[in-house]
Structure formats: C-alpha cells, structure tokens
C-alpha cells in the first residue's frame, strides 16, 4: 500500500482540480486539509486486525461528506452567516474525493499481506477488492528501523514520487497559471493581482 506522502499529494491534487474545474482558488489550508484527509484511513492502523476494512470503504467517503458538511455549515454560520451554502457542498466534496483517493490508490498498489485488497463495500461486503495492477510497492511497516524494511519503504516513496508528484506539480502550475487570469477580485486571495 502506498505511503502517506502518495495519499498527501493525491488530497493535495485534488484541490488543485476542483479549482480548476469550479474556477474559484481555495485557500491554501484547503490544500493541507485534503492532504491529511486522504491519509485519514489509515489511521486503522492503530486497531490491530482492522486495516483495510471500514476505513476503506465508500461508506467512509460517504460519512466524510456528511462530517465535512455539518463542520464546514458550522464554520460558515459562525464566521459568516449571510455567505451562501455552496462553500459548505464544495468542501464537503473535496474532502470525499479527497478521501477517496486513499482508496483508488490502495486499490491500485500491490498487497503481500492476505487478503490483498480493501473492503470497499464494507459494511455490505466483505470481499476484498484488488486491481493486481501494482502501480504502488508494498511499504513495510513493522521493524521500521531495519536496512531492508528502509529500504523497500524508499524505493516505494521514489516510485510514487515519480508518479504523483509530476501530477500533482502540473496541476498546481495550471492551477496558478488558470486563476491568474481570473478577475483580481476573485483571484485575490492566492494571486497577486497582475
């Protein structure tokens, strides 16, 4: 399974399209939120026999949407509430996607550890879901400090470097370069008007 700096820049990547597509810039905190969001699954990690099951299902991208929805109308009507409900859909779905990318990329990267996979139908399934593609290597997790396990967990964090952070720069570049060109009163917030 990929490493937390693959999940990072995919939540990161995920901002820098939603910009693109709704042509608004998101804050800067924005881009962080994400990235911890779609590291947020593994945080099943800390309950022994557990990885890979509900975290890892669209039923917790579901539940993100619904969380980073109330969160997000509660931080409006707190800070601004005469400002319209679209800020509140928008967040919540990036986080979701974000969240979701913490799947797809699982789902993508090879598994030793039987069953190889993600219950992404958790609770209405428990198969455990697999492309066989093996985009990402394995990262090891016990005996950290061993040569071998650093190892395999550097040549996994160069791979997904190679293939993640060339997305994730481009977008961020077309991202900067698409809102520049946006009125200054909307592209004031990230931009520097031109």
Same mark, same amino acid.
């Not at 005469?82 to 990267?109: K, Q």
């Given at each position: 399974?990929?490493? $937390? ?43 022994? #026999? ?5 975290? #890892?299902?669209?039923? =917790? ?52 550890? $039987? ?24 990262? +090891? ?18 791979? +997904? ?25 909307? =592209? ?7």
């Amino acid at each position: 399974m990929p490493s $937390p700096i693959g999940h990072a820049l995919a939540g990161c990547a995920v901002v820098w399209v939603a910009d693109l597509i709704d042509r608004r810039p998101s804050p800067a905190r924005l881009a962080v939120a994400g990235a911890v969001v779609a590291t947020l699954p593994d945080l099943d990690l800390l309950v022994p #026999h557990f990885h890979r099951s509900a975290t #890892h299902s669209v039923t =917790a991208v579901a539940l993100v949407f619904i969380v980073a929805a109330a969160v997000t109308g509660q931080v409006i009507r707190l800070r601004a509430p005469c400002s319209g409900g679209d800020v509140r859909w928008r967040v919540a779905s990036i986080c979701a996607v974000a969240f979701a990318t913490h799947l797809v990329l699982d789902w993508l990267a090879a598994d030793r550890f $039987p069953p190889a996979g993600i219950q992404a139908l958790w609770p209405f399934s428990r198969r455990f879901f697999i492309s066989g593609l093996n985009v990402f290597d394995q990262t +090891e997790r016990l005996h950290l400090l061993a040569p071998a396990t650093i190892d395999q967990n550097v040549r996994a964090v160069a791979k +997904e470097l190679a293939l993640l952070a060339p997305i994730a720069a481009g977008l961020f570049v077309i991202r900067v370069k698409t809102l520049t060109r946006l009125p200054t009163q909307l =592209a004031r917030g990230n931009h520097p008007p031109q």
